[in-house]
């Protein structure tokens, strides 16, 4: 979450612009109703109709950028028109108060039994979870659970010694965060040549007695690739054979864990994979919910410190709770409860397998043009990236991206981390909502553009860090 500060010009000076009126927004008068704006960066004095609230802030929004025209972002941007409806009348209830909400309680339960049994659990009903705001704090609470469990083992050394997760270079910002938030290591396999992920091999090469765990990436941010999680175990299960060392492997299926299991299911990634102790998803990524929702899962109690979780009363019982968060809405817990009602598995196999189609079918139409190299097809995720083909010079991926921002299209345009700096791409989200239809005139834009790209003398961007704002 950005971090914000007051207006660069205090409103006294008269230099802030203010907000525009329209006269009709004063409802009953429309001369006398409206006679000043309202002030933008404090309190002002005095209410205003509810309808002219609305309006005012209706008007700012409308520079925001179209949802479903944003390729950049995995979040889900369309709904039913019923899910919306629940989610309106679940919005003032608190998911932390399950004694006064046993319902909405109970609906999140249903949620994680039904993910266990998606992923594989060996017993589904022994299986603990929760919901989250998102992935972001699922993968705080895994991680608080890896570093906790390493340190009952090493209670002899810690905390003299320094605890470190191992992970790729294109792990999601969370986990920087996790590792800064919660004093351990970062140790980062980079990338190397056409390999855009973390390799088995690299991975069991950087663990050592102080690893708390190995986080696998299924559907890596950067090129919507899967990392190989099966192999991955399988190089720790030599590693443990060689040198007695036990590290536990969480999976971060953020997009990747409501994909593989309807699309690729002989794909062994989950608790099938005994090393496996921790998975997390985005319920409002391909979960399909809107933002902001998360689960976090683990293949028992015994993978989840007692000591991490805290006990509220329910219905007079005990309610277990693991989260980082308090209160915020059930609305978004309904709503995932009703799409998982919704679509079943057949439902989500449909849903992803066109968003699947869709990606690669703008792939291969994109590669077709003969400017572009794909670097993904979107045969994993519904996701791929592309550069420029070596041939061309007149523009590079930050114009391209530019000038469909002109069209409307939010198509980021991004470097890569070490060690592949050198390697810029375009980067498209294929979601439900962006149909084959859309997809189309994505295309048909980008052809009308081409013309005007080649023309160039040379690449327009001068600062390629400012080109874009998305830098992961």
């Known amino acids: 979450m950005a971090l914000h500060k007051g207006p660069d010009e205090p409103e006294t000076t008269g230099r802030s612009r203010r907000l525009a009126l329209n006269p009709f927004y004063g409802e009953a008068d429309p001369i006398g109703g409206m006679t000043e704006a309202p002030p933008r960066h404090r309190l002002p004095d005095r209410p205003l109709p509810p309808m002219s609230a609305y309006q005012l802030v209706h008007d700012e929004l409308m520079l925001d950028g179209n949802s479903r025209l944003n390729l950049a972002t995995f979040v889900t941007?369309?709904?039913?028109?019923?899910a919306a409806v629940l989610m309106g009348e679940c919005r003032d209830k608190n998911m932390i108060d399950k004694d006064e909400y046993p319902r909405t309680a109970e609906l999140e339960r249903r949620c994680v039994a039904m993910l266990a049994q998606l992923w594989n659990a060996p017993d589904p009903t022994t299986a603990v979870g929760c919901s989250t705001t998102g992935s972001s704090e699922a993968c705080m609470l895994a991680g608080m659970a890896l570093k906790r469990r390493w340190a009952k083992k090493n209670a002899d050394r810690y905390p003299g010694a320094r605890p470190n997760l191992v992970m790729g270079i294109n792990v999601q910002v969370c986990w920087e965060k996790f590792c800064t938030f919660w004093e351990?290591?970062?140790?980062?396999?980079?990338?190397?040549g056409e390999r855009f992920h973390m390799d088995a091999a690299s991975a069991a090469a950087l663990c050592d007695e102080n690893t708390i765990g190995v986080v696998g990436i299924l559907g890596s941010t950067f090129d919507g690739s899967y990392e190989p999680i099966a192999d991955i175990c399988a190089a720790l299960d030599a590693l443990q054979e060689r040198t007695g060392l036990d590290i536990p492997v969480h999976v971060d299926g953020a997009s990747g864990g409501m994909v593989a299991p309807f699309l690729d299911q002989d794909l062994v990634w989950d608790f099938r994979l005994p090393r496996v102790s921790s998975i997390n998803t985005s319920g409002h990524k391909y979960g399909l919910v809107y933002p902001g929702v998360g689960w976090a899962l683990w293949r028992s109690p015994?993978?989840?410190?007692?000591?991490?979780?805290?006990?509220?009363?329910?219905?007079?019982?005990?309610?277990?709770?693991?989260?980082?968060?308090?209160?915020?809405?059930?609305?978004?817990?309904?709503?995932?409860?009703?799409?998982?009602?919704?679509?079943g598995r057949e439902g989500y196999r449909a849903v992803q397998q066109t968003s699947r189609d869709v990606a690669r079918g703008l792939a291969e139409r994109i590669e077709a043009m003969g400017d572009f190299r794909l670097l993904t097809r979107g045969d994993q995720l519904p996701v791929f990236a592309f550069t420029t083909a070596p041939d061309v010079t007149a523009f590079d991926v930050f114009d391209v991206s530019r000038r469909l921002r002109e069209q409307g299209w939010l198509v980021p345009a991004y470097t890569f981390p070490a060690n592949r700096e050198d390697l810029s791409v375009l980067r498209v989200v294929c979601r439900n909502g962006f149909s084959e239809d859309l997809a189309g005139l994505l295309v048909e834009d980008l052809s009308l553009l081409l013309p005007e790209l080649r023309r160039q003398p040379h690449p327009f961007t001068d600062d390629k860090k400012a080109a874009t704002s998305f830098h992961h």
Do not use: C, H, I, K
Request: glycine share 6%; charged share 20%; aromatic share 14%.
């Open 77 to 82: 941007t369309w709904m039913e028109p019923q």
């Open 302 to 343: 015994a993978e989840l410190p007692e000591e991490l979780v805290f006990r509220v009363n329910y219905l007079g019982g005990d309610m277990p709770t693991f989260a980082l968060n308090f209160s915020r809405p059930g609305a978004q817990v309904v709503a995932q409860y009703y799409t998982f009602l919704r679509l």
């Open 184 to 192: 351990v290591e970062p140790r980062l396999v980079p990338m190397d």
